[in-house]
């Protein structure tokens, strides 16, 4: 989740550099974007597998930077809470079996750290959200320490002003508010990332968000959405 930072402190002129240098970067992008040839090539399939890190009894267990360490692989990034992981695969290109070679590299890489952390006595578990989570396992002591995670919350809590809040309905009601977004990492994730032809990119956008209301609706109940 992105290259961490030096300060959680800002001034006035550092939101002036801040807002200087994010024109800047669009206007690059939009040139870039505008070059002949740009985003062109096989279209190829990537992924995002976020995972929970469990104790023997199926608890959050906050072990993500150890683990990382542990690892020492450059495609696997730190997430909100200290009990969170993300992989990044590999793209792979749509023609040469991209399914299955996602397949063997989740299982290659989640075999490696399943080894590194019944080292530690845990588990990591790739689900959407985990059943035993309770109300103690969020809050500030479960967000990972890292600056950019802290000032991340510090910037959505003034710009918002009130407290982030659930409000679920159904058979079991939830209601909670909370004083930082630590609730993020109750919800997990496998994210499939299509690269298409630039001049196909509208079309295939429309048609991914008109079958996904679908898609979720057949996987409501799926332990890995």
Same mark, same amino acid.
């Given at each position: 989740?992105?290259?961490?930072?030096?300060?959680?402190?800002?001034?006035?002129?550092?939101?002036?550099?801040?807002?200087?240098?994010?024109?800047? @970067?669009?206007?690059?992008?939009?040139?870039?974007?505008?070059?002949?040839?740009?985003?062109?090539?096989?279209?190829?399939?990537?992924?995002?597998?976020?995972?929970?890190?469990?104790?023997?009894?199926?608890?959050?267990?906050?072990?993500?930077?150890?683990?990382?360490?542990?690892?020492?692989?450059?495609?696997?990034?730190?997430?909100?809470?200290?009990?969170?992981?993300?992989? @990044?695969?590999?793209?792979?290109?749509?023609?040469?079996?991209?399914?299955?070679?996602?397949?063997?590299?989740?299982?290659?890489?989640?075999?490696?750290?399943?080894?590194?952390?019944?080292?530690?006595?845990?588990?990591?578990?790739?689900?959407?959200?985990?059943?035993?989570?309770?109300?103690?396992?969020?809050?500030?002591?479960?967000?990972?320490?890292?600056?950019?995670?802290?000032?991340?919350?510090?910037?959505?809590?003034?710009?918002?002003?009130?407290?982030?809040?659930?409000?679920?309905?159904?058979?079991?009601?939830?209601?909670?508010?909370?004083?930082?977004?630590?609730?993020?990492?109750?919800?997990?994730?496998?994210?499939?990332?299509?690269?298409?032809?630039?001049?196909?990119?509208?079309?295939?956008? @429309?048609?991914?968000?008109?079958?996904?209301?679908?898609?979720?609706?057949v996987a409501g109940n799926s332990p890995t959405l």
């Open positions: 989740m992105g290259t961490d930072i030096h300060t959680v402190q800002f001034d006035a002129d550092d939101y002036r550099r801040f807002s200087q240098q994010l024109e800047a @970067n669009l206007q690059r992008l939009e040139a870039r974007l505008a070059t002949p040839g740009f985003g062109a090539g096989p279209a190829s399939l990537g992924a995002e597998l976020e995972l929970y890190v469990v104790d023997p009894s199926g608890r959050p267990a906050h072990l993500n930077q150890e683990l990382q360490a542990a690892a020492d692989d450059e495609q696997l990034t730190l997430e909100l809470n200290r009990y969170n992981l993300e992989y @990044n695969l590999t793209p792979v290109a749509v023609a040469a079996n991209p399914f299955l070679s996602l397949e063997e590299e989740i299982c290659r890489k989640l075999g490696t750290l399943r080894a590194l952390a019944a080292q530690q006595d845990a588990q990591v578990v790739p689900i959407g959200i985990l059943p035993t989570l309770r109300r103690e396992d969020f809050g500030p002591a479960c967000m990972t320490p890292k600056r950019r995670f802290a000032a991340l919350v510090a910037q959505l809590i003034a710009r918002r002003g009130r407290h982030f809040t659930v409000n679920i309905n159904g058979l079991h009601p939830l209601q909670l508010a909370m004083d930082d977004i630590t609730l993020e990492g109750a919800n997990t994730s496998f994210q499939v990332h299509y690269r298409v032809a630039p001049e196909r990119f509208a079309d295939v956008f @429309n048609a991914i968000q008109a079958v996904t209301p679908l898609a979720l609706a």
